[in-house]
């Protein structure tokens, strides 16, 4: 039985808001119960089953279902990098000082009599900024894109790479996005609603699910954005940097969206190891590596 025209036309409409309203839902159930770090560890495994069900039944590229040989890659990089520096970095940042110390008090200029949202959204806004510049440089300056090389060499988007990034990568991009948010005398729990967030986001962001955005292309980073930022076309893929907002993208011109499809075929120029190991030293020992997937095209896993 085929699901009904209609549904078929308002389902892509609604799946990203509505994911993410439920994220956040969940997350300020938790923070108003004293749980925030439970809630959204709760929210962030309901997304990633949603999403593997979503990809399965309503795929935007049925092609990107089929195995890239990249799972124990991708699940290392998640866990053993992007995992470890996260909970490392933005635990002791965040989660670490709002139950160690307490609610940080707001400090600065920073309004702390402004509604929470508001202030979640001053805090997203300025940590954008410093999330921004982190990711276009690591696309413009060619020593940082060996390391972010590793996420883009993915051949298929789907919600399971959202978390393949070299830990290199990952440090990066909090020591240019955080420090700035906390020198703004944010309190303790605007950091904590901005990890959450930008981590709901970023896995809504790389999934494989057909969604239609409109205007909601022109705030937030989707995935519709996003597939052109991973294109092998210098022209859509140096684009589109934002990490949860395209404010900074439409400023600095790097905004990219076209009404055509985004390509299916993404992913690197360059050579990356097919080994969880060989990622991790391929930034370090780049030319190298170039020079020997010609002479052993086997230990390369990207086309
Ligand atoms: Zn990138």
């Keep these: ?25 969940c997350q300020a159930v938790g923070m108003a119960r004293g ?20 990809e ?25 990098t992007k995992g470890l520096v996260q909970l490392a970095v933005v635990g ?3 989660f670490g000082i709002h139950l160690a110390i307490g609610e940080r008090a707001a400090g600065g200029f920073w309004p702390g009599h402004w509604p929470m949202a508001a202030q979640v959204a001053l805090g997203l806004l300025i940590a954008e900024f410093g999330l921004y510049w982190a990711h276009r440089l690591g696309h413009e300056w060619p020593w940082l894109w060996r390391f972010h090389a590793v996420h883009h060499s993915s051949t298929r988007l789907w919600f399971f790479n959202t978390g393949r990034f070299h830990f290199v990568d990952t440090f990066k991009s909090i020591v240019l996005g955080l420090p700035l948010v906390f020198a703004a005398g944010a309190p303790g729990a605007v950091f904590v609603w901005i990890s959450g967030i930008t981590a709901y986001i970023g896995m ?3 999934c494989n699910v057909e969604m239609r955005f409109g205007l909601l292309n022109y705030v937030f980073n989707t995935p ?10 210098l022209r859509e893929g140096n684009s589109n940097y934002g990490e949860n907002l395209m404010v900074f993208d439409l400023l600095y011109g790097t905004f990219f969206d076209e009404a055509r499809r985004p390509p299916v075929r993404i992913g690197i120029a360059e050579a990356m190891p097919a080994t969880f190991a060989g990622q991790l030293r391929a930034p370090f020992v780049w030319h190298r590596y170039q020079r020997r997937a010609e002479a052993k095209p086997e230990e390369y896993f990207n086309p």
């Design 204 to 206: 809504l962001t790389h």
């Design 92 to 94: 002791g940042a965040t």
């Design 56 to 80: 399965r039944r309503f795929p935007h590229e049925p092609q990107w279902l089929e195995s890239d040989g990249q799972f124990w890659p991708d699940l290392l990089h998640t866990v053993l």
């Design 1 to 25: 039985m085929s699901s009904s025209p209609t549904l078929g036309k308002i389902l892509p409409c609604i799946w990203w808001p509505l994911l993410l309203v439920l994220c956040v839902s």
């Design 224 to 233: 519709g954005l996003h597939r052109w930022h991973h294109s092998t076309d």
């Design 35 to 54: 749980h925030g770090p439970l809630f959204f560890n709760l929210g962030y495994a309901a997304l990633a089953v949603t999403l593997f069900v979503l």
